[in-house]
């Protein structure tokens, strides 16, 4: 019963965390479950897809209704992440532990650094359709207007993405690690968008949120089949996690960018010294 209680707690707070920073608190599940409960790495990982999926159902109405994802440019990076992520529940069973930790640690590191040098959020210009605003003359129109661009299409209000070519591989990437770590992809997703897709901040967090439950699920059905999923620790963690990511999709409106930034930086240069631990024993 305490264990049940202590895991319910330790999910809320993951919960919370994983829907402002748009991570699925996979990232903090698995330390969670390994460091302070015992449990094996992989079968952390399989608890962590579920509470991945859990935070994902529970944050993603919040953003829609509130018009913050973009749900254009989930949807086609989506489309790389789920594929890495059946990629990757495949190659999972065939890594040691130790392995699979020292990727975590490497992952996290690289990512707080990264995120910690971009001093303030980045969006890149509003641009508008293309054949917008064209200086050609009434009296001269043109026969038929460019057709929008990919990038076009799945532009927000005031930005518009930019090496989608790179953010494809990046999802695919993203996916492979998701099914690996446990993380939802959302450790590497929310950097790509915003550092090298000119997202702002707050629109990467919310699309992440959408994503990383499709993500999580397409690798999740992997680790059911081949058992590693405890459905005792799942439940109550699950439980915490879906309570922490309510609360945390509501708070994320009144939180500036700023603190986001350093409440990302913070929470996985924290669990990276952790993982490194445990990889090294």
Not at 40 to 57: D, H, K, M, N, Y
Not at 66 to 92: D, K, W, Y
Not at 250 to 274: H, K, M, P, Y
């Amino acid at each position: 019963m305490i264990v049940g209680l202590l895991l319910a707690a330790g999910g809320f707070g993951a919960g919370v965390f994983g829907s402002l920073l748009g991570l699925g608190g996979g990232i903090l599940i698995v330390p969670l479950l390994t460091v302070g409960f015992g449990l094996g790495f992989r079968e952390a990982v399989g608890v962590s897809l579920v509470c991945v999926i859990v935070t994902s159902s529970a944050a993603a109405g919040v953003f829609l209704e509130r018009h913050v994802a973009n749900l254009r440019l989930g949807m086609l990076l989506e489309v790389f992440t789920a594929s890495g992520a059946l990629l990757g529940g495949l190659v999972a069973f065939l890594l040691p532990e130790r392995v699979l930790a020292a990727l975590f640690a490497i992952l996290l590191a690289y990512t707080a650094i990264s995120m910690a040098r971009r001093g303030r959020a980045t969006a890149s210009p509003a641009a508008p359709l293309r054949g917008a605003g064209s200086s050609v003359p009434a009296d001269d129109p043109p026969d038929d207007p460019p057709a929008p661009t990919l990038a076009d299409v799945v532009a927000g209000p005031g930005y518009r993405p930019r090496h989608l070519v790179a953010g494809a591989g990046g999802s695919l990437g993203a996916g492979i690690l998701s099914a690996l770590l446990g993380v939802g992809g959302g450790i590497v997703k929310v950097p790509l968008m915003h550092l090298v897709m000119g997202v702002p901040l707050k629109v990467a967090t919310a699309t992440s949120n959408l994503m990383i439950g499709v993500t999580a699920a397409a690798s999740a059905v992997v680790y059911l089949l081949r058992g590693g999923i405890d459905p005792y620790v799942a439940g109550p963690t699950a439980v915490g996690v879906f309570v922490g990511a309510m609360a945390g999709s509501r708070l994320a409106a009144r939180i500036e960018v700023r603190v986001l930034r350093l409440l990302f930086v913070g929470v996985i240069a924290l669990t990276a010294a952790q993982m490194t631990l445990r990889a090294l024993g």
